[in-house]
């Protein structure tokens, strides 16, 4: 079993920060990537931005400049720090793993997602 703690979402003014965090526990052999991807009302989930065991990160266009997306490979965690935030950003967020397990099958799982509202 694996479980994916998120924390770190709410409610904050147009311009302002927040700070998502990810810990990953369980029967995890390895982390390949661990991301984050968001959905609004009536859209669909769409890539926020990943990183590889390697560090090396990949952002959607959107976001570039605001957020930056870290990681802790010792804690199994990821982070997004989010500047500048504005109304659009507004959306449930997800916390993806990619990650192998001790029987080495790579597995793809996802957090219950924590909400991220921008007031105007």
């Known amino acids: 079993q694996v479980q994916l703690a998120e924390s770190g979402g709410g409610l904050v003014q147009a311009g302002g920060s927040l700070r998502l965090s990810c810990a990953a526990s369980?029967?995890?052999?390895?982390?390949?990537?661990m991301g984050w991807y968001r959905q609004a009302p009536g859209k669909q989930r769409e890539l926020v931005a990943t990183i590889i065991s390697g560090g090396s990160t990949n952002y959607a266009d959107f976001v570039k400049g605001r957020f930056t997306i870290s990681r802790d490979n010792a804690k199994n965690s990821v982070y997004l720090q989010m500047n500048s935030l504005k109304p659009e950003d507004t959306a449930v967020y997800y916390c993806?793993?990619?990650?192998?397990?001790?029987?080495?099958?790579?597995?793809?799982?996802w957090g219950q997602g924590i909400q991220v509202t921008i007031s105007s």
């Open positions: 369980g029967s995890i052999y390895t982390i390949n990537k």
């Open positions: 993806n793993l990619n990650f192998r397990g001790f029987d080495y099958v790579s597995r793809n799982y």
